[in-house]
């Protein structure tokens, strides 16, 4: 049976599904992050200050991605409309690994945004706090091996080279500023500092090897 | 590195799903595979050889030659 008519290597509709994929991104982070801010003015989460704030914002892109994959995953039509694929049955055959994905970039955010709200001053008590980013942590490893089990080799590949990546990021960012620290050119970080920069340089690495790869180019 | 994975996958007739779903890879894999973005793993040139019926280097090309 001959089956090349369904080959969807140029897709129609790539520019308008371009602008969609930008200008959606753009709106829903400007808003968010502006609603965000809003809610942390209100003092509603308890007094925060910059590295908190920065935390959050970082998880926030976490939840983000998470959401709009896992949404990808259940609804494929829309999601082709949003997410860089051939078509929708392309969601539909990475049904199980996207939304193992998604849920595990929701709870891993999740893991970030409970310890930027925990300790002095924010909303969570320590051992709430505690309890809450054990389990999101458990929720994100469980859905990433998931997540792992049903990727192929490419993902797989991609998967080791970003975290390769992220090593030597993580020993330049970080180790740069603790280095500088030491020397007193700059403040020491916090902690929250040095997971925010953990979680914004895994989001990095792995953006960087896509890139890298052409995986990123518009299909 | 350069091959001719589209070429073949087309004689057959089969889109990037069908070569995928026989391969048991995704579609994305194909599509950078075709594209040079990516060079599968020994296990899986295999696996496109022994579907396609070809040798490997006849399906990738690679121009190294050993010194004399």
């Known amino acids: 049976m001959n089956t090349a008519s369904t080959d969807l290597s140029q897709p129609p509709h790539k520019g308008r599904k371009l602008a969609l994929m930008i200008g959606g991104g753009a709106l829903t982070g400007f808003f968010g992050a502006l609603g965000l801010m809003t809610l942390i003015d209100s003092g509603a989460l308890g007094s925060l200050g ?87 942590l458990v929720i994100a490893t469980l859905a990433s091996v998931r997540s792992m089990k049903h990727s192929d080799e490419l993902m797989r590949t991609v998967s080791r080279q970003a975290g390769s990546t992220a090593f030597y990021l993580v020993l330049l960012f970080i180790g740069g500023w603790a280095a500088f620290s030491i020397f007193g050119f700059v403040p020491q970080p916090q902690m929250i500092d040095i997971l925010t920069l953990i979680w914004a340089i895994l989001i990095i690495a792995t953006f960087s090897v896509c890139a890298k790869r052409g995986m990123l180019g518009m299909r | 590195m350069k091959n001719r994975l589209k070429e073949f996958r087309e004689t057959h007739g089969w889109s990037q799903g069908e070569l995928a779903r026989r391969l048991g890879v995704s579609r994305q894999t194909i599509n950078a595979v075709e594209t040079d973005k990516y060079d599968p793993s020994l296990p899986l040139a295999l696996r496109m050889s022994k579907l396609f019926g070809v040798s490997v280097p006849e399906l990738f090309i690679d121009d190294w030659e050993p010194q004399p």
Do not use: H
């Open chain 1, 50 to 136: 910059p590295s908190r704030e920065i935390a959050l914002l970082v998880a926030m892109l976490y939840g983000f991605m998470g959401v709009l994959v896992g949404f990808g995953a259940l609804s494929p039509r829309l999601g082709a409309r949003f997410l860089n694929v051939q078509d929708a049955e392309e969601l539909r055959e990475m049904k199980q690994s996207l939304l193992a994905s998604g849920i595990g970039s929701v709870a891993f955010g999740g893991v970030l945004a409970v310890l930027a709200l925990t300790g002095p001053g924010a909303l969570l008590a320590p051992m709430a706090g505690a309890v809450a980013a054990g389990v999101l």
